[in-house]
């Protein structure tokens, strides 16, 4: 099962970004769905989750910047990235953390920031 993230691209400093990332149904409305960022020659580090119920939780870098959002209709979570800086720029992923077991993974998107 892979999931399927998109929305990356090249912007400058300041500027905004919205990933999107889509998963089997199945998987979607039982996972906690989080987004997880990869710095070139760096660990992989998580960015922000969000429950089944809503509630979200972010990386103090990201806090105030980055909203995560999902939309149970699209099967779809989202991050919605402003105030975007060079140090957010990195290989982002999502993923669904099943509670009844099992972590699946999308194929990442790359965020560029420019200064």
């Known amino acids: 099962v892979q999931l399927q993230a998109s929305g990356g691209g090249l912007v400058q400093a300041g500027g905004s970004l919205r990933l999107s990332c889509a998963a089997p149904?199945?998987?979607?409305?039982?996972?906690?769905m989080a987004w997880y960022r990869q710095p070139s020659g760096k660990q992989r580090e998580l960015v922000a989750t969000?429950?089944?119920?809503?509630?979200?939780n972010y990386a103090d870098s990201v806090k105030g910047r980055f909203t995560v959002s999902r939309d149970y209709a699209k099967n779809t979570v989202y991050l919605q990235m402003n105030s975007l800086k060079p140090e957010d720029t990195a290989v982002y992923h999502c993923?669904?953390?099943?509670?009844?077991?099992?972590?699946?993974w999308g194929q990442g998107t790359q965020v560029t920031v420019s200064s």
């Open positions: 969000i429950t089944t119920d809503g509630s979200t």
């Open positions: 149904g199945s998987i979607f409305r039982m996972s906690v």
């Open positions: 993923a669904a953390h099943r509670a009844s077991g099992g972590n699946f």
